[in-house]
T-cell receptor, first 111, second 110 residues
């Protein structure tokens, strides 16, 4: 399967700051990547579909101006949580490929 | 859109027993049904999948069955071991749109 990396693996930030999370597909050219959020003891919730060279497709209820997605190349998608607040604290996971090979996830804690 | 329901939410079995997790989906156009295992704090890992043109698939101790007419699919784990303890998610996909079930926390007691 595809090898997917994410950086950083965890981040702690103050409320109001922006946080950028990178998702890299190391051995698979992905025209599409997916961003999920997972709260403790809950399922994976799709936030948006990242499309290489075009705008991301956001799920209903996900603010596109708050969660900026950039998919500049076939191997890299970034998710920027702008003006983060404590309620944004979560586990953010990206995936690539039809069978959804997941990155290791990024644990975000906003103080 | 697709809606996936998963039961039970928690399942505790004795080592060596079988475990069955069931999921239903709503979108008849869904054609790909993977199962993921997620250990605490780690990424979900694909353990088995099935496509809509197949009714059953087996891989060692793990099997998945699909009933397209009833729109439900199940994960079967036989001869469970303590290392099978994890959260298991089912999912249904149609055209790159994948929706997950709520998850089942499986505990295998030694």
């Amino acid at each position: 399967g595809a090898v997917v990396s994410q950086h950083p693996s965890w981040v702690i930030c103050k409320s109001g700051t922006s946080v950028k999370i990178e998702c890299r597909s190391l051995d698979f050219q992905a025209t599409t990547m997916f961003w999920y959020r997972q709260f403790p003891k809950q399922s994976l919730m799709l936030m948006a579909t990242s499309n290489e060279g075009s705008k991301a497709t956001y799920e209903q209820g996900v603010e596109k101006d708050k969660f900026l997605i950039n998919h500049a190349s076939l191997t890299l998608s970034t998710l920027t949580v702008t003006s983060a607040h404590p309620e944004d604290s979560s586990f953010y996971i990206c995936s690539v490929g039809e069978t959804q090979y997941f990155g290791p996830g990024t644990r975000l804690l906003v103080l | 859109g697709e809606n996936v329901e998963q039961h039970p939410s928690t399942l505790s079995v004795q080592e060596g027993d079988s475990a069955v997790i069931k999921c239903t989906y709503s979108d008849s156009a869904s054609n790909y049904f993977p199962w993921y295992k997620q250990e605490l704090g780690k990424r979900p890992q694909l353990i088995i999948d099935i496509r809509s043109n197949v009714g059953e698939k087996k891989d060692q101790r793990i099997a998945v069955t699909l009933n397209k007419t009833a729109k439900h699919f199940s994960l079967h784990i036989t001869e469970t071991q303590p290392e099978d303890s994890a959260v298991y998610f089912c999912a249904a996909e149609n055209n790159n749109d994948m929706r997950f079930g709520a998850g089942t926390r499986l505990t295998v007691k030694p």
